[in-house]
């Protein structure tokens, strides 16, 4: 059986298509996965055996070319886009695309696609995981019991970089991962409360490795202390592979929830006020705990004494 998937856009969304890679292997041990990535996310399919080829969508426009010709050659049995809402690139690779079977959503008044899949209001308090698993229904397969959580895998160079340049302290010492950034200012809590946070938590014998977008590198540099460092991350295989490493996770809604899920890391997370997308991107760690705004509000408008409550709680029950 050759399946063909289509995931373009961020990070996280790709990390999360990981468990139907492997659930569909369970089902199909012969089966032969090709993916259509973009270029912001195909580093996670790339690394991941159960991936047979990997096609990098970036919009050039030769590369398009190109791209269109390699799928033309090759007929598969399944095709499939997840993706549970309309989105244009989907359509046309739904149309460039030779498959027996095409799995996806059908914007009102098109037919693209063979079996349609729910659109996103009937998948609104839905993981997305499992609104990614409902698309691979056609081929027998049924949603975990267990939310499933994401497979990573490491790059060898990342693994060995970080081992490395890992802060080496007392073993009695627990080391944090605290990322600042996230994709939008309006989901970032802001640098005075990570100042008020470091100093507070530190004294609970914390070490804190920060991590920041490049983008957000000198907000970083104003938490760099006696209990904290930026660690150098070159790349998001060093990320990765920096999760793995550390005691357990803060960062706000971001692709790090994510890794630290595959990793199975203790999550402490901020969200902003909108419960759906909580639901959406929630930590699947065995042990997690989440902050979210006031409804309606942003994680800028998370006041520090609620999540520094909510926090000593996370703490007092880590394992």
């Known amino acids: 059986m050759k399946i063909l998937i289509t995931l373009l856009g961020r990070i996280g969304d790709m990390i999360l298509l990981t468990s139907a890679f492997r ?18 996310n195909y580093i996670i399919p790339k690394l991941n055996p159960d991936v047979n ?10 590369n398009v070319l190109k791209l269109i010709a390699e ?28 498959a027996q079977t095409k799995i996806g959503f059908n914007r009102k008044g098109y037919s693209n696609f063979d079996i349609q899949i729910e659109d996103s209001e009937k998948n609104k308090f839905l993981f997305h995981s499992v609104r990614i ?24 160079d990342s693994h060995n970089y970080v081992e490395n340049n890992f802060p080496k302290l007392s073993e009695y010492r627990q080391i944090a991962l605290l990322n600042i950034s996230a994709s939008k200012d309006y989901r970032m809590w802001t640098i005075e409360n990570w100042k008020q946070f470091i ?31 930026i660690f150098p991350n070159r790349n998001f295989n060093d990320i990765v592979s920096l999760v793995r490493k550390v005691d357990f996770v803060i960062t706000p809604d971001t692709s ?25 991107f929630r930590p699947v760690s065995d042990y997690n705990r989440s ?15 609620t999540l520094a409550k909510e926090f000593i709680v996370f703490l007092e029950n880590l394992k």
């Not at 609970?204 to 920060?210: V, W």
């Not at 902050?291 to 004494?305: S, T």
């Open 23 to 40: 659930l569909i292997k369970d089902k199909y041990p012969d089966a032969i996965i090709d993916v259509i990535a973009s270029r912001h």
């Open 53 to 62: 080829k990997v096609f990098v969508y970036d919009k050039h426009f030769l």
């Open 71 to 98: 799928l033309k050659r090759t007929k598969y049995d399944y095709y499939i886009d997840p993706k549970d809402h309309f989105s244009r690139e989907s359509y046309i690779f739904s149309r460039i695309v030779k």
């Open 133 to 156: 698993i409902k698309a691979l229904k056609p081929l027998g397969i049924e949603i975990p019991e267990i939310l499933p959580k994401p497979i990573l895998y490491e790059d060898s």
């Open 199 to 229: 100093s507070e938590f530190s004294k609970n014998n914390i070490y804190f490795i920060i991590s920041s977008e490049p983008r957000h590198r000198e907000l970083a540099t104003k938490l760099i202390g006696k209990h904290s460092m």
């Open 256 to 280: 790090i929830v994510h890794v630290a899920s595959a990793w199975n890391k203790p999550t402490f997370a901020l969200y902003i006020g909108q419960e759906y997308l909580y639901w959406w």
């Open 291 to 305: 902050v979210l705004a006031p409804d309606g509000k942003n994680v800028p408008d998370i006041n520090y004494n």
